[in-house]
């Protein structure tokens, strides 16, 4: 297990402080004693506890008095990859990104830190192989796109960098897995194509303690991945959802009917064995590393 240095209690930036994991992890600094500055398209909109700050692609953030960052914002991978849909993914990454960095460049004192969301889509396709941080990027366009993200986070000139790549995360109140369990308890719940590929999944807590854990601890640096420990194949999390809902899952998904959705049917049916070898090896305590307890917890 590597050492561990925490640092005291900081002021953090979170961007995407509005969305799902923002507002979660904005709750969870704050309680760990941490001040909290809220970037968001829509700063009138507060957050509890947070100083509040705009957020835009189109011009550098004010990230006066952050000593560390959480950059989140972007647009949401899940749906219908039209060109529109595509073009916003990677502006709101890239682009966002960009401000980040452009804003990092001109500060005095930069921040210790900069931990950057990113995308186990980074990877592509991995079969049944175990994908680690080491692994190369796969191909397509999320592959592309996490890559370009990266390398912008990569060119800020903040202390330390790090880049946490996360799997599907399962939450309570947003994100698929309400809608998924929706449709498993009208019965209508079933396995994605063959249901043999891999997916990389994390709760929602322990993606937010994942991403303090960066913030706090010196020693971490560069790519880690953002998923359980114990990702599971399709056909299984199937299985383990229905038994959570009581409702059985007859049907299936084939792989062509997924085809209407696009590129973004990769997603759904490409195999990311992925596993936090980085998180592991530094000593972070999974809340749920297993996806039945996790369910259970949330649902």
């Known amino acids: 297990m590597a050492s561990q240095r925490r640092l005291p209690p900081m ?13 979660r992890l904005s709750d969870l600094a704050l309680r760990r004693g941490h001040e909290v500055l809220a970037f968001s398209r829509t700063p009138e909109r507060r957050i509890p506890g ?23 914002a972007g647009e949401s991978v899940l749906g219908l990859w039209t060109s529109a849909k595509k073009q916003r993914i990677a502006q709101s990454r890239i682009l966002g990104t960009r401000r980040i960095a452009e804003s990092i460049a001109t500060m005095p004192h930069p ?5 950057s969301g990113s995308a186990i889509g980074f990877y592509g396709e991995g079969g049944d192989s175990e994908i680690l941080e080491s692994t190369p990027g796969g191909s397509g366009f999320l592959a592309q796109t996490s890559r370009d993200w990266e390398a912008e986070a990569l060119a800020s ?10 799997g599907l995360v399962l939450a309570r109140e947003g994100g698929a897995l309400p809608l998924m369990a929706r449709i498993f308890r009208l019965g209508l719940g079933g396995k994605l ?5 891999w997916m990389s999944w994390i709760h929602l807590d322990d993606l937010c303690r994942l991403f303090l854990f960066c ?12 998923t359980a420990p114990w990702p599971v194949r399709n056909v299984d999390f199937t299985k383990a959802l229905a038994t959570q809902v009581r409702r059985p899952a007859f049907f299936a998904m084939p792989a062509f009917a997924l085809r209407w959705l696009g590129e973004f049917s990769h997603e759904l049916l490409d195999s990311k064995r ?11 305590p999974f809340q749920f590393p297993e996806l039945s307890p996790a369910l259970a917890e949330l649902l």
């Open 215 to 226: 913030v706090e601890n010196q020693s971490l640096s560069g790519p880690m991945n953002g």
């Open 157 to 166: 000139k903040a202390g330390r960098i790090v880049l946490l790549r996360t």
């Open 50 to 72: 947070c100083t509040m700050r705009l957020f835009s692609q189109d011009a550098p953030p004010n990230l006066e008095s952050c000593e560390a960052l959480v950059h989140l």
């Open 11 to 23: 002021n953090i930036g979170i961007t995407g402080a509005s969305g799902l994991i923002g507002r």
């Open 274 to 284: 992925v596993l936090p070898s980085v998180a592991c090896s530094h000593g972070f």
């Open 111 to 115: 921040p210790e830190v900069l931990v």
């Open 193 to 197: 194509g063959s249901g043999s590929q």
